[in-house]
């Protein structure tokens, strides 16, 4: 903006300087730690920054620091490594998780003491858009834990999508205790970019694109597909 040196002389300026040479020195801000741990709720939507979103049961969070609204706020603000809790509600996002090591797990709300809601499971999902995965994996060691993943035809195809190159070798997916429903009007071939060949969706799809140095390891346990 237009700086006012008149107005800031005004605040600091002592009797003894002259206002015309007074010099105010600003020191850099101090970078909050990067979370490790972090919650997501969708019903945390609209809560200001910096403000508890859950005050009435007291665990001290803070949004925009360790208390989101969406996943893909979560990815974006944590650490490599970090657990990010998704508590029971819809969330409606394409999903990019590109840091290593994070793992993603669904966190029952009503019975944790994290702001309790109506809902009973953590969905994701899509109703806009076309032919997208809702979560697209851009990493290594991702763990996917205990999510409800809702492929609504057209806006959504695949529900994890990985896909290692050449020159990004991701590996080391798991995906566990969770559930994929397929919903919605099929379309052919809707899902080809995803595997490499015709299908109208998919639950999970791993496909590697070129010549990559080793088969990705690809962890798949205890989840359901309805």
Do not use: C
């Amino acid at each position: 903006g237009t700086a006012v040196p008149s107005v800031i002389e005004t605040v600091v300026f002592h009797t003894v300087d002259d206002s015309q040479y007074t010099q105010v020195f600003f020191t850099p801000a101090v970078p909050a730690p990067v979370p490790t741990v972090v919650y997501v709720n969708d019903d945390w939507a609209g809560t200001g920054l910096g403000t508890d979103p859950d005050a009435v049961y007291g665990n001290g969070n803070v949004f925009g620091v360790d208390a989101f609204a969406t996943i893909q706020d979560a990815v974006n603000a944590v650490a490599v490594g970090a657990t990010i809790y998704v508590l029971n509600g819809t969330y409606d996002e394409a999903v990019l998780v590109n840091k290593d090591n994070l793992t993603i797990e669904y966190l029952n709300s009503m019975a944790e003491p994290v702001d309790p809601n109506s809902a009973t499971e953590a969905i994701v999902t899509r109703t806009t858009g076309l032919g997208q995965a809702l979560v697209t994996v851009e990493a290594s060691g991702v763990t996917l834990d205990g999510l409800t993943y809702v492929v609504n035809q057209p806006f959504a195809v695949v529900g994890v999508y990985m896909g290692p190159t050449a020159v990004n070798a991701y590996d080391n997916l798991t995906v566990t205790n969770s559930e994929f429903r397929i919903i919605g009007p099929a379309t052919d071939n809707a899902a080809n970019a995803y595997i490499g060949f015709g299908t109208s969706s998919m639950a999970i799809a791993v496909n590697g694109q070129g010549t990559y140095p080793n088969n990705p390891t690809v962890t798949i346990t205890n989840n359901d597909i309805l």
